[in-house]
């Protein structure tokens, strides 16, 4: 079982090959905080979540870096908006990012550097590129990235001169060129007022700030020394930022390779891209004051990642009635200390269930496949844990470590039933013994003293199935 993964630039899955010797790098493009984080940035943020973890249980060492971009044009007016200094506005802005992010129980990146604090990585790698005559000032002082110096610029985008608008392009001496981009913007004829806004840096070529793209191939060689192995983010930021980041990179140090592009696709709310800039999207500290973070995280793991998410209510309450019923399902279970489980012999359904598991996960993180053999597993429980509690109990501790590798499963499974409003946590006892008392009767030919429980059941919500041997409950 190899894991393979969709590389974005080669267009196909690709094995991945990595020794357990070395540290995988994975670069995340992060946030730009000027404003709160919401759902397109959860199921970005929430997919790369689970790509470190998994590579973690497969015995692999990560540095994960995420970096925040606290200086952008988006930033600067917002803050004037709100009549704050920049710093202080983009600082809060990512506090507030980091709380949303804990609240969904994302891992902490290794490195979370901001672009403010990158400044002199930035300027190094642009003077690295002007020196290797792949960046040049321009009449008005700005440095642009000169895209001819770069063969083999679209290649990941793929998008060819053809298809670009009109406003991509620029004619010189009659040849089409893909438009040169911004390294370094120069702000020397800003007002002194402005000056005192802290957005600005001297630099070797006056006062100015970074553009956009820099920051990431400045940030990513200085933490990924050897280069990237995943480079990650949302499908939007392929073209133009990512594109323009691999001829950066690339144009800085030819030595520095960038193994496996990584790309969520984009979530659609109302019919439309979820964006800030359209108005059209739920913040993440909204849903999450509604639902669970791990009902959140696991509607998302339902749509595979490269795929178009339609965020829908509806199927985002089915997905949580889901996760009850498997919560339900180790509720009823008590986990076997690992002394038992060493003395069960028979392992093929615990093997079947692990295989299913982990053909899903290597198949370019087939979650919507992973969600599937979660609850066919929880169902399969269900179906034995009278009649075979040990294999029961066995495959309870299965699915908790297969949840655990997803970041699910992680409350106990009363507090969660609770918080999710359900009956369960606070009757399961009553329930208990109700089905006890039951059965007694049963044994003992009592018929209408057990109809009488099995009414009383009724009325907490819960179904009694009689099979010849054993009676067994579900919830309504
Ligand atoms: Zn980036």
């Not at 079982?1 to 094995?15: A, D, P, Q, R, W």
């Not at 010189?172 to 806004?197: G, Y």
């Not at 909204?286 to 595979?304: A, D, G, S």
Request: net charge positive; charged share 25%.
């Amino acid at each position: 079982m190899v894991l393979k993964i969709f590389n974005s630039l080669t267009k196909i899955k690709e094995k991945f090959f990595f020794s357990y010797k070395k540290i995988i790098n994975i670069y995340v493009c992060g946030v730009t905080t000027y404003d709160f984080c919401h759902i397109g940035h959860a199921r970005t943020f929430l997919f790369f979540d689970i790509v470190i973890r998994y590579l973690q249980s497969l015995g692999y060492q990560t540095n994960y870096i995420r970096n925040i971009t606290d200086i952008d044009d988006k930033i600067i007016h917002r803050a004037q908006m709100n009549h704050e200094k920049v710093t202080n506005f983009s600082w809060r802005m990512a506090s507030e990012m980091k709380k949303d992010f804990y609240a969904l129980g994302l891992l902490e990146p290794n490195y979370e550097p901001k672009v403010t604090e990158s400044i002199s990585d930035i300027i190094l790698v642009i003077k690295k590129l002007i020196d290797n005559k792949c960046a040049y000032v321009e009449k008005n002082g700005d440095i642009l990235f000169s895209i001819q110096s770069y063969q083999k610029y679209g290649q990941l985008s793929r998008r060819l001169l053809s298809c670009f608008h009109k406003q991509n392009l620029e004619t010189l001496n009659n040849r089409i060129l893909f438009k040169d981009f911004v390294l370094w913007k120069n702000c020397s004829l800003v007002k002194q007022e402005d000056k005192i806004n802290e957005s600005i840096w001297m630099s070797p070529w006056g006062l100015g700030r970074p553009g956009w793209h820099i920051e990431c191939s400045a940030i990513n060689h200085r933490y990924c020394v050897n280069g990237i192995d995943i480079h990650g983010g949302g499908i939007d930021l392929l073209f133009p930022h990512h594109e323009n980041e691999l001829a950066q990179s690339f144009c800085i140090n030819q030595n520095f390779p960038i193994r496996y592009w990584m790309h969520t696709g984009m979530v659609i709310l109302n019919k439309k891209k979820v964006s800030k800039s359209l108005n059209n999207f739920i913040t993440i500290r909204n849903l999450l004051l509604k639902y669970h973070p791990e009902v959140i995280r696991f509607y998302f793991l339902n749509t595979h990642y490269r795929h178009p998410f339609y965020y829908n209510e509806k199927n985002l309450i089915s997905a949580k009635k889901i996760l009850i019923r498997i919560y339900r399902v180790i509720l009823k279970n008590h986990v076997i200390s690992l002394k038992d489980a060493v003395n069960y012999q028979d392992n093929s359904v615990r093997n079947n269930f692990k295989k299913q598991f982990y053909n899903a996960m290597n198949d370019d993180f087939n979650t919507p496949n992973v969600c599937s053999v979660l609850y066919n597993l929880s169902k399969y429980i269900d179906k034995i844990y009278l009649t075979n509690i040990l294999l029961a109990r066995l495959l309870v501790n299965d699915l908790l470590s297969f949840g655990n590798i997803l970041g699910l499963f992680t409350s106990h499974p009363k507090k969660f039933l609770f918080k999710n409003n359900t009956t369960d946590s606070k009757n399961l006892s009553i329930i208990n013994e109700l089905m006890e008392l039951r059965i007694y009767y049963r044994h003992t030919k009592q018929w209408s003293q057990a109809d009488k429980i099995r009414k009383k059941l009724l009325t907490l919500g819960v179904i009694i199935e009689d099979k010849k041997n054993n009676s067994k409950y579900r919830f309504i």
